[in-house]
T-cell receptor, first 110, second 113 residues
Framework: NAGVTQTPKFRVLKTGQSMTLLCAQD?????MYWYRQDPGMGLRLIHY???????AKGEVPDGYNVSRLKKQNFLLGLESAAPSQTSVYFC?????????FGSGTRLTVV | KQEVTQIPAALSVPEGENLVLNCSFT??????LQWFRQDPGKGLTSLLL?????REQTSGRLNASLDKSSGRSTLYIAASQPGDSATYLC????????????FGTGTRLKVLA
């Protein structure tokens, strides 16, 4: 029972580098989300999707892009990483019955 | 703008104690409220989901209540155990159809054996 799978689990980037975080869910959920979690600030929504081919901005979208080409996958891209993007990133999917979270990606930008 | 506050930020109790965690939100026009548990270095696990039309939900030793008019929710944990040690977060969804959540910063609970 996989649920929501995030890859990679850890990554260290240099300032200016790019990367893509992958989120995959096997629950046939329409809704998917990317959050970041920082100490003392809780989880903040970066981008979300209400279905295949759709994306929308959340609370803190700057510096990130997303794509939802397939219903089961939601990709988060950093085009030019900055130290301020050092964080733990969580992907989630949801139905009317609530959220399922992935285990997170710890990203450090040096 | 919706804001979610959880007090206290940290709590330490002896095993067996009944305890209450508090969550308050500034905008009472919510769609639902959800309580999560997060273990160190892990993702979030959903505990209880309360729809805006409901007053409470129960699961085992956990009971969550919702008072929309006062902007408050409480998570009651009965007969606490060391395995309950974790951070507990509440989150509110203000929009139907997208289920976007605004999270509180959590209460870090430690249950002492």
């Amino acid at each position: 029972n996989a649920g929501v799978t995030q890859t990679p689990k850890f990554r260290v980037l240099k300032t200016g580098q790019s990367m893509t975080l992958l989120c995959a869910q096997d629950m046939n959920h329409e809704y998917m989300y990317w959050y970041r979690q920082d100490p003392g600030m809780g989880l903040r929504l970066i981008h979300y999707s209400v279905g295949e081919g759709t994306t929308a901005k959340g609370e803190v979208p700057d510096g990130y892009n997303v794509s939802r080409l397939k219903k089961q996958n939601f990709l988060l891209g950093l085009e030019s990483a900055a130290p301020s993007q050092t964080s733990v990133y969580f992907c989630a999917s949801s139905s009317v019955y609530g959220y399922t979270f992935g285990s997170g990606t710890r990203l450090t930008v040096v | 703008k919706q804001e979610v506050t959880q007090i206290p930020a940290a709590l330490s109790v002896p095993e067996g104690e009944n305890l209450v965690l508090n969550c308050s939100f500034t905008d009472s026009a919510i769609y639902n409220l959800q309580w999560f548990r997060q273990d160190p270095g892990k993702g979030l696990t959903s505990l209880l989901l309360i729809q805006s039309s409901q007053r409470e939900q129960t699961s085992g030793r956990l009971n969550a209540s919702l008072d929309k008019s006062s902007g408050r929710s409480t998570l009651y944990i009965a007969a606490s155990q060391p395995g309950d040690s974790a951070t507990y977060l509440c989150a509110v969804s203000a929009t139907s159809g997208t289920y976007k959540y605004i999270f509180g910063t959590g209460t870090r609970l430690k249950v002492l054996a």
